[in-house]
T-cell receptor, first 116, second 114 residues
């Protein structure tokens, strides 16, 4: 158990719908990261938040958005869903970017999203 | 474009065989390098990481990796694999100027047979 909790574990929804994935980081971790894993694209970095502020942005579509709340949990919102959005969405956390990338990043078990 | 390549998508080995998984990247400049492992049904776990210093890095569970700057490579090795090493292995690179984002290779699926 990495200490990073993601809900829901599995989600099936229809095209055009909107879903929210939730992540609770490890206790004490201030940074949260979102990654998407799909068969064709592999593991792709989406976005990072640090203590409530957006810190880095990767290949995140405009239909997707994220936020980190004062209690440090994070949500990834996916809207106008398409079949190609079906993937495993990972959340990860690390303690403090003070040491930059040298902090170990811990991954959750992921949320499986299937768009039908 | 910057990329991370893992050459072997599927590897099958017998127990006690030696393992080497290739990883090449195309970033210039300073890089930070990682190997992650994902056991069936589990989360990604860090095996080892390289930031600077000795290019031969030792990680958990008997794994090691060697950074060869001239070849842009960071290959993962283990002298003798066990059935419990069956998993998906991911190489990841953080370019020094890209914040904390990790760019992953597509992974290598390792099956170790008894």
């Amino acid at each position: 158990d990495s200490g990073v909790t993601q809900t829901p574990k599995h989600l099936i929804t229809a095209t055009g719908q909107r879903v929210t994935l939730r992540c609770s980081p490890r206790s004490g971790d201030l940074s949260v990261y979102w990654y998407q894993q799909s068969l064709d694209q592999g593991l792709q970095f989406l976005i990072q938040y640090y203590n409530g502020e957006e810190r880095a942005k990767g290949n995140i579509l405009e239909r997707f958005s994220a936020q980190q709340f004062p209690d440090l949990h994070s949500e990834l919102n996916l809207s106008s869903l398409e079949l190609g959005d079906s993937a495993l969405y990972f959340c990860a956390s690390s303690v403090d970017p003070g040491q930059g990338i040298r902090n170990t990043i811990y991954f959750g078990e992921g949320s499986w999203l299937t768009v039908v | 474009a910057q990329s991370v390549s893992q050459h072997n998508h599927h590897v099958i080995l017998s127990e006690a065989a030696s393992l080497e998984l290739g990883c090449n990247y195309s970033y210039g400049g300073t890089v930070n390098l990682f190997w992650y492992v994902q056991y069936p049904g589990q989360h990604l776990q860090l095996l080892l990481k390289y930031f600077s210093g000795d290019p031969l890095v030792k990680g958990i569970k008997g794994f090691e990796a060697e950074f060869i700057k001239s070849k842009f490579s960071f290959n993962l090795r283990k002298p003798s694999v066990q059935w419990s090493d069956t998993a998906e292995y991911f190489c990841a690179v953080n370019a020094g100027n890209s914040g904390y984002a990790l760019n992953f290779g597509k992974g290598t699926s390792l099956l170790v047979t008894p």
